[in-house]
């Protein structure tokens, strides 16, 4: 059953990517279906809760472009048998407790320093900067006429200690970090 709601989270997600269902909803709202469904393709080793009961965490750093779309899309949801929970935070201490944390347009000046400050955590880092992926983040979100697009930090990710699905890499551009970064 779980492998069920699985694939048609991935078939949603799938079905945005091709832009007939973006049309009709907000970018933001797009993007955080898109946070939800990370969620249910990448795995976390255990040492990236607190307890074994602890929530799944998505962050969102600094100002949040999602307004209510964010909470909407986790609203009742869990993760592996966690309670999902969304969560602004404003500094790389609350960020590191996240599971997925999405970095915004508004923390432009700060994205490696953030990136940095969350080196030795099991943070999945997303992001919509330009060359977020080639900067250390592990996914970036792009809005190209009207579909959002993935690219991928794979090496990024297993620093990290997290496993990414190859049902979400085959969607996906796989980058490395830049020379270095």
Request: charged content about 20%.
């Amino acid at each position: 059953m779980a492998l069920l709601r699985r694939l048609g989270v991935l078939i949603v997600g799938l079905m945005l990517l091709a832009g007939d269902a973006s049309a009709a909803l907000s970018e933001h709202r797009v993007k955080a279906v898109f946070l939800f469904n990370f969620s249910k393709f990448v795995e976390w080793p255990p040492s990236a809760f607190a307890a074994a009961d602890a929530p799944f965490v998505i962050g969102v750093f600094g100002r949040d472009p999602f307004g209510s779309d964010l909470d909407d899309v986790a609203r009742g949801e869990t993760v592996n048998g966690r309670p999902l929970l969304v969560r602004r935070v404003q500094t790389a201490q609350d960020a590191a407790a996240c599971q997925i944390l999405f970095i915004p347009q508004s923390e432009r000046a700060s994205l490696d320093d953030i990136l940095a400050a969350l080196a030795r955590s099991n943070t999945l880092t997303v992001s919509d900067l330009d060359g977020a992926a080639q900067r250390g983040a592990m996914i970036r979100l792009i809005t190209d006429h009207d579909k959002v697009r993935l690219r991928i930090n794979v090496e990024s990710a297993r620093a990290a200690g997290l496993t990414i699905s190859s049902k979400l890499l085959r969607s996906a551009e796989i980058v490395a970090a830049a020379d270095g970064a």
